[in-house]
């Protein structure tokens, strides 16, 4: 079964620092690769995807994901993070197959400092 | 185009007692997924449609949870009866065919179970 594995429960970052949000997923073949906000209240925002090709990855409101097959990987970065980003963040997979619902990880909660 | 419509937004219910949530996806999406989201977790998959057939209800809790998609349109998810820790979020999600097409979630409805 594949599993998405977020190992920030929070984050804290400065505003105008950068940020990276940690996603490990396990999954026997290719995946299918989401990052999805949540803010207060709200309903989930597609941020990016990941299906093939280029592993670098350019998503809505600066931000970008990189994915790294030998490390099982796929974190999100953004080079300037604003008071606005905060939020939580979801990673989730899926397969390719007929059953291909999301597989969520437990979320980033990210603060950002003044 | 309209997005995923969900209802009610909100719901209180006595626990034992039975509840239902409807969907109305985008027009001419195929696929159809719940979501079950408790507090401080992510979503996790409770069922998926492909029109009016279920393609995966691996993680229902069948013995009080139902679901179904007549007409391969609308959907209704049910629960009876209701506990306690059935309190969360209910998302419901549509795709044109499934992963390959992306996925567009509706705001939810938040169950409290008291």
């Known amino acids: 079964a594949q599993s998405v594995t977020q190992p920030d429960i929070h984050i804290t970052v400065s505003e105008g620092a950068s940020l990276e949000l940690r996603c490990n997923y396990s999954y026997g073949a290719t995946p299918y690769l989401f990052w999805y906000v949540q803010s207060p209240g709200q309903g989930l925002q597609l941020l990016l995807k990941?299906?093939?090709?280029?592993?670098l990855v350019q998503g809505i409101k600066g931000f970008e994901a990189e994915f790294k097959r030998s490390q099982s990987s796929f974190n999100l970065r953004k080079p300037s993070v604003h008071w606005s980003d905060a939020a939580e963040y979801f990673c989730a997979v899926a397969s390719g197959g007929g059953a291909d619902g999301l597989t969520f990880g437990k979320g980033t909660h990210l603060i950002i400092q003044p | 185009e309209a997005g995923v419509a969900q209802s009610p937004r909100y719901k209180i219910i006595e626990k034992r007692q039975s509840v239902a949530f409807w969907c109305n996806p985008i027009s001419g999406h195929a696929t159809l997924y719940w979501y079950q989201q408790i507090l401080g977790q992510g979503p996790k998959l409770l069922i998926q449609f492909q029109n009016n057939g279920v393609v995966d209800d691996s993680q229902l809790p069948k013995d009080r949870f139902s679901a179904e998609r007549l007409k391969g349109v609308d959907s209704t998810l049910k629960i009876q009866p209701a506990k306690l820790e059935d309190s969360a979020v209910y998302l419901c999600?549509?795709?044109?065919?499934?992963?390959?097409?992306?996925?567009?979630f509706g705001s939810g409805t938040r169950l409290t179970v008291v």
């Open positions: 990941y299906f093939s090709g280029d592993t």
């Open positions: 999600a549509s795709s044109l065919r499934g992963v390959g097409y992306g996925y567009t």
